[in-house]
């Protein structure tokens, strides 16, 4: 499909030598020739109005229509009367023009996809986010569109600051905040911060960190070393036995077994870092959305000394944003915001300041307020659609989130009974792919429900546990 320009003058890549000898229409028709034939103008692709182009070009705009007639002429370009001037389709499709655009990919998974990670895009506060948009634009000082502070606007850092010591209590200042492109830049900047201090190993959790994060610690110079989960979080003993001085962890919600770290094993985490001289990553990860257990604070509010805590609006907006943050130690301020500059001289200003507007004016609660009702009935959808479908079946991880833990019976092959949920259309995505060394317990299924609609739980649940009958007709599902 062309892009369909709005207004009556798209702009048009045209030079006109004056001096050259050659005549204004003959290097305007050519020039239109060599870019419809090379596709940089697309067939069905509206052209300027000759008003507009000879404004753009400082030529006469009777010299304009008549090279627009003679491409016309020679089958290049269509007009209807009243209508703008296109790009004939049938003149671009020249065999060194680029491929047509391949058709939409079908819808994956017809029934069902209960992928994670993703929140709910229909939620994403479309209303919201224009209003402070535009709100900043009309408030902000012309110094708001000039380079910012590359570690953040400092009214949004105040703003998240306050924030977070508010909801999650956490233990800093402003001037600790650093704003990042999600979590994914936090993550890398905190890494390169740490490999240049000497450490050169980075513990995760198993199952856990994905490639993207692992991959990071090696972009780093850092080994990526594996480190189980248990029913209370991070197997810190096992930690211990690592040469690790750094440590990435999901402590509110952990991914993907949704286990919350335990009270214990918090401390002896503390612990660990105080003597090993270690550096706790903290990934405040599904903290908004929190059901039926009291809300735990982050572990930075903990131990500032020694936790750097990461956060992200990629769950509770939109991941679209790539807005996110790190709250350091003091120590580590100054090369994190040197490392900042140089990735990027600072993230987008005028975004940063509307996420603060957001926040200030009590629409981001709101919203969230909003998103934590309608996942808290997808979660009571999934439970009670399993308790009708599948009763036998034990649920984990529950707690917060997005998504659960399915444990299915003993024996199943997580593999094939993906490959035949996908062949009905729908979409799973099992647990042993996310260990590295660590084993899972037995076969389970790890059920996104954030993007995943009410109606479409139901039907999915429903085929999962026809697949688990058919399968194995004589085990309880
Ligand atoms: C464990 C974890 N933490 C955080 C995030 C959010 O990352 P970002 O802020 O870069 O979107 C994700 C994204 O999927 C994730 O899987």
Same mark, same amino acid.
């Given at each position: 499909? %062309?892009?369909?320009?709005?207004?009556?003058?798209?702009?048009?890549?045209?030079?006109?030598?004056?001096?050259?000898?050659?005549?204004?229409?003959?290097?305007?028709?050519?020039?239109?020739?060599?870019?419809?034939?090379?596709?940089?103008?697309?067939?069905?692709?509206?052209?300027?109005?000759?008003?507009?182009?000879?404004?753009?070009?400082?030529? *006469?705009?009777?010299?304009?229509?008549?090279?627009?007639?003679?491409?016309?002429?020679?089958?290049?370009?269509?007009?209807?009367?009243?209508?703008?001037?296109?790009?004939?389709?049938?003149?671009?499709?020249?065999?060194?023009?680029?491929?047509?655009?391949?058709?939409?990919?079908?819808?994956?998974?017809?029934?069902?996809?209960?992928?994670?990670?993703?929140?709910?895009?229909? +939620?994403?506060?479309?209303?919201?986010?224009?209003? &402070?948009?535009?709100?900043?634009?009309?408030?902000?000082?012309?110094?708001?569109?000039?380079?910012?502070?590359?570690?953040?606007?400092?009214?949004?850092?105040?703003?998240?600051?306050?924030?977070?010591?508010?909801?999650?209590?956490?233990?800093?200042?402003?001037?600790?905040?650093?704003?990042?492109? #999600?979590?994914?830049?936090?993550?890398?900047?905190?890494?390169?911060?740490?490999?240049?201090?000497?450490?050169?190993?980075?513990?995760?959790?198993?199952?856990?960190?994905?490639?993207?994060?692992?991959?990071?610690?090696?972009?780093?110079?850092?080994?990526?070393?594996?480190? %189980?989960?248990?029913?209370?979080?991070?197997?810190?003993?096992?930690?211990?036995?690592?040469?690790?001085?750094?440590?990435?962890?999901?402590?509110?919600?952990?991914?993907?077994?949704?286990?919350?770290?335990?009270?214990?094993?918090?401390?002896?985490? =503390? &612990?660990?870092?105080?003597?090993?001289?270690?550096? =706790?990553?903290?990934?405040?990860?599904?903290?908004?959305?929190?059901?039926?257990?009291?809300?735990?604070?982050?572990?930075?509010?903990?131990?500032?000394?020694?936790?750097?805590?990461?956060?992200?609006?990629?769950?509770?907006?939109?991941?679209?944003?790539?807005?996110?943050?790190?709250? &350091? %130690?003091?120590?580590?301020?100054?090369?994190?915001?040197?490392?900042? +500059?140089?990735?990027?001289?600072?993230?987008?200003?005028?975004?940063?300041?509307?996420?603060?507007?957001?926040?200030? *004016?009590?629409?981001?609660?709101?919203?969230?307020?909003?998103?934590?009702?309608?996942?808290?009935?997808?979660?009571?959808?999934?439970?009670?659609?399993?308790?009708?479908?599948?009763?036998?079946?034990?649920?984990? #991880?529950?707690?917060?989130?997005?998504?659960?833990?399915?444990?299915?019976?003993?024996?199943?092959?997580?593999?094939?009974? =993906?490959?035949?949920?996908?062949?009905? #259309?729908?979409?799973?995505?099992?647990?042993?792919?996310?260990?590295?060394?660590?084993?899972?317990?037995?076969?389970?299924?790890?059920?996104?429900?954030?993007?995943?609609?009410?109606?479409?739980?139901?039907?999915?649940?429903?085929?999962?546990?026809?697949?688990?009958?058919?399968?194995?007709?004589?085990?309880?599902?």
């Amino acid at each position: 499909m %062309p892009v369909e320009w709005a207004g009556s003058g798209p702009e048009l890549l045209v030079t006109i030598d004056r001096h050259c000898g050659a005549g204004l229409r003959s290097q305007l028709e050519d020039q239109m020739r060599d870019a419809i034939r090379c596709g940089r103008l697309a067939g069905g692709e509206r052209l300027p109005s000759s008003r507009e182009l000879a404004r753009a070009l400082g030529l *006469s705009r009777g010299l304009v229509q008549d090279c627009y007639a003679q491409l016309q002429a020679e089958g290049y370009l269509t007009s209807r009367p009243g209508s703008a001037t296109r790009v004939a389709t049938a003149a671009a499709a020249r065999p060194d023009a680029p491929p047509p655009a391949a058709p939409p990919a079908p819808a994956r998974h017809a029934v069902a996809d209960f992928r994670h990670g993703v929140p709910d895009l229909r +939620l994403a506060p479309r209303e919201d986010w224009a209003w &402070a948009i535009r709100e900043v634009c009309r408030t902000a000082p012309n110094s708001a569109f000039d380079y910012g502070d590359p570690i953040g606007e400092p009214r949004l850092r105040e703003v998240l600051a306050a924030y977070l010591r508010r909801v999650r209590a956490v233990a800093a200042g402003a001037d600790q905040v650093v704003v990042c492109t #999600g979590m994914a830049q936090a993550l890398g900047l905190v890494l390169r911060v740490l490999a240049a201090d000497g450490i050169d190993a980075l513990a995760f959790e198993d199952p856990g960190a994905g490639v993207s994060t692992t991959g990071q610690a090696v972009a780093a110079g850092m080994a990526a070393v594996p480190v %189980p989960v248990d029913a209370d979080g991070l197997d810190v003993a096992a930690l211990e036995r690592t040469p690790a001085r750094a440590v990435l962890v999901t402590p509110a919600h952990q991914w993907p077994t949704g286990v919350v770290l335990a009270g214990h094993r918090r401390q002896e985490l =503390i &612990a660990w870092a105080r003597r090993r001289g270690g550096v =706790i990553i903290e990934d405040d990860y599904d903290a908004e959305f929190r059901y039926d257990r009291d809300p735990v604070g982050s572990l930075q509010g903990l131990a500032p000394d020694c936790v750097v805590s990461l956060g992200t609006v990629s769950k509770a907006l939109a991941p679209a944003l790539r807005l996110g943050w790190l709250i &350091a %130690p003091e120590r580590l301020l100054g090369p994190l915001a040197r490392g900042k +500059l140089i990735a990027d001289r600072g993230s987008p200003g005028l975004d940063q300041l509307a996420l603060a507007t957001l926040i200030e *004016s009590g629409r981001y609660d709101r919203h969230l307020r909003r998103a934590r009702t309608e996942y808290a009935a997808r979660r009571e959808t999934l439970l009670a659609a399993l308790a009708v479908h599948a009763p036998a079946l034990r649920v984990t #991880g529950l707690a917060a989130g997005f998504h659960a833990i399915l444990h299915l019976p003993a024996g199943t092959d997580e593999d094939e009974l =993906i490959e035949q949920a996908r062949r009905r #259309g729908v979409g799973l995505y099992g647990m042993a792919r996310m260990h590295r060394v660590a084993r899972p317990a037995g076969p389970q299924l790890v059920l996104g429900f954030g993007d995943t609609p009410k109606r479409a739980i139901e039907a999915g649940v429903a085929a999962i546990a026809g697949l688990l009958r058919e399968a194995s007709p004589l085990h309880d599902t």
